[in-house]
Protein backbone atom coordinates (compact mmCIF):
# COMPACT_ATOMS: atom_id res chain seq x y z
CA UNK A 1 0.00 0.00 0.00
CA UNK A 2 1.40 3.81 -1.08
CA UNK A 3 1.22 5.67 2.32
CA UNK A 4 1.13 9.45 2.29
CA UNK A 5 3.61 11.22 4.59
CA UNK A 6 0.79 13.15 6.25
CA UNK A 7 -2.89 14.61 5.91
CA UNK A 8 -6.78 13.36 5.21
CA UNK A 9 -4.98 10.69 2.43
CA UNK A 10 -2.29 9.35 5.31
CA UNK A 11 -5.10 8.97 8.21
CA UNK A 12 -7.71 7.26 5.31
CA UNK A 13 -4.77 4.50 4.34
CA UNK A 14 -4.32 4.01 7.91
CA UNK A 15 -8.02 3.29 8.12
CA UNK A 16 -7.72 0.64 5.16
CA UNK A 17 -4.60 -0.56 6.57
CA UNK A 18 -6.25 -1.48 9.74
CA UNK A 19 -9.10 -2.84 8.50
CA UNK A 20 -6.95 -5.12 6.42
CA UNK A 21 -5.00 -6.23 9.19
CA UNK A 22 -7.58 -6.72 11.68
CA UNK A 23 -9.33 -9.25 9.08
CA UNK A 24 -6.05 -11.61 8.83
CA UNK A 25 -4.34 -9.79 5.82
CA UNK A 26 -0.72 -8.50 5.87
CA UNK A 27 -0.62 -4.96 4.45
CA UNK A 28 3.03 -3.97 3.56
CA UNK A 29 3.51 -0.34 2.93
CA UNK A 30 6.10 1.75 0.64
CA UNK A 31 5.91 5.72 1.44
CA UNK A 32 4.53 7.38 -2.11
CA UNK A 33 7.51 9.48 -3.78
CA UNK A 34 6.95 12.92 -5.85
CA UNK A 35 7.84 12.09 -9.72
CA UNK A 36 7.76 15.27 -11.67
CA UNK A 37 5.94 15.90 -14.98
CA UNK A 38 8.31 18.60 -16.20
CA UNK A 39 11.83 20.07 -15.92
CA UNK A 40 10.88 23.23 -13.57
CA UNK A 41 9.52 20.62 -11.22
CA UNK A 42 6.16 22.54 -10.73
CA UNK A 43 3.78 19.44 -11.75
CA UNK A 44 4.50 16.21 -10.06
CA UNK A 45 2.30 13.16 -9.21
CA UNK A 46 2.69 10.53 -6.66
CA UNK A 47 3.72 7.38 -7.29
CA UNK A 48 4.85 3.93 -5.76
CA UNK A 49 6.08 1.53 -7.61
CA UNK A 50 5.60 -1.84 -6.07
CA UNK A 51 5.78 -4.11 -9.34
CA UNK A 52 9.28 -5.40 -8.40
CA UNK A 53 8.08 -6.14 -5.09
CA UNK A 54 4.93 -7.92 -5.66
CA UNK A 55 6.43 -10.13 -8.27
CA UNK A 56 9.34 -10.98 -6.13
CA UNK A 57 7.16 -11.91 -3.11
CA UNK A 58 4.88 -14.04 -5.45
CA UNK A 59 7.89 -15.55 -7.38
CA UNK A 60 9.37 -16.69 -4.03
CA UNK A 61 5.53 -18.14 -2.52
CA UNK A 62 4.80 -19.86 -5.27
CA UNK A 63 4.83 -22.74 -4.07
CA UNK A 64 1.92 -21.79 -0.75
CA UNK A 65 0.19 -20.00 -3.20
CA UNK A 66 -3.02 -21.43 -5.58
CA UNK A 67 -4.23 -18.03 -6.97
CA UNK A 68 -3.05 -14.41 -7.07
CA UNK A 69 -5.84 -11.98 -7.12
CA UNK A 70 -3.73 -8.77 -8.11
CA UNK A 71 -5.74 -5.61 -8.22
CA UNK A 72 -3.73 -3.69 -10.97
CA UNK A 73 -4.76 -2.55 -14.45
CA UNK A 74 -0.98 -2.66 -15.54
CA UNK A 75 0.15 -4.97 -18.13
CA UNK A 76 3.63 -5.25 -16.69
CA UNK A 77 2.56 -7.47 -15.03
CA UNK A 78 1.70 -10.04 -18.30
CA UNK A 79 5.02 -11.77 -17.95
CA UNK A 80 3.86 -12.72 -13.88
CA UNK A 81 0.18 -14.04 -14.70
CA UNK A 82 2.65 -15.98 -17.86
CA UNK A 83 4.84 -17.50 -15.34
CA UNK A 84 2.41 -18.06 -12.38
CA UNK A 85 0.14 -19.95 -14.76
CA UNK A 86 3.18 -21.86 -16.22
CA UNK A 87 3.53 -23.27 -12.43
CA UNK A 88 -0.38 -24.43 -12.82
CA UNK A 89 -1.62 -21.85 -10.79
CA UNK A 90 -4.59 -19.42 -11.31
CA UNK A 91 -4.20 -15.84 -11.99
CA UNK A 92 -6.75 -13.33 -12.23
CA UNK A 93 -6.93 -9.49 -12.47
CA UNK A 94 -8.93 -7.21 -10.65
CA UNK A 95 -9.30 -3.40 -12.30
CA UNK A 96 -10.99 -0.80 -12.94
CA UNK A 97 -12.30 -1.01 -16.43
CA UNK A 98 -11.84 2.53 -17.40
CA UNK A 99 -8.36 2.90 -17.23
CA UNK A 100 -7.39 -1.09 -17.22
CA UNK A 101 -4.42 -2.31 -20.24
CA UNK A 102 -5.88 -3.83 -23.64
CA UNK A 103 -3.50 -6.94 -22.50
CA UNK A 104 -5.63 -7.33 -19.29
CA UNK A 105 -8.95 -7.58 -21.14
CA UNK A 106 -7.53 -10.52 -22.48
CA UNK A 107 -6.84 -12.41 -19.51
CA UNK A 108 -8.90 -13.29 -16.74
CA UNK A 109 -10.00 -10.51 -14.90
CA UNK A 110 -12.60 -8.71 -12.82
CA UNK A 111 -13.54 -4.90 -12.82
CA UNK A 112 -14.32 -3.49 -9.45
CA UNK A 113 -17.48 -2.02 -10.90
CA UNK A 114 -19.10 -4.58 -11.38
CA UNK A 115 -18.22 -6.31 -7.79
CA UNK A 116 -18.25 -2.96 -5.94
CA UNK A 117 -21.76 -3.96 -3.77
CA UNK A 118 -19.21 -7.23 -2.26
CA UNK A 119 -16.15 -5.20 -1.57
CA UNK A 120 -17.55 -2.09 -1.00
CA UNK A 121 -16.30 -0.77 2.89
CA UNK A 122 -18.65 0.07 5.37
CA UNK A 123 -18.62 1.51 8.92
Not at 88 to 107: L, P
Amino acid sequence: MGMPFKGESYEKNVLIKNRLEKDGFKVITKPLKKIYLDNQHKEFKYKCNFDVEITRDVIRNLDKIELVLLASSDSDFIALRNDVILQRKGFIFVCFEYNVAWEIRRSYHLFFEDIQEEVRYTK
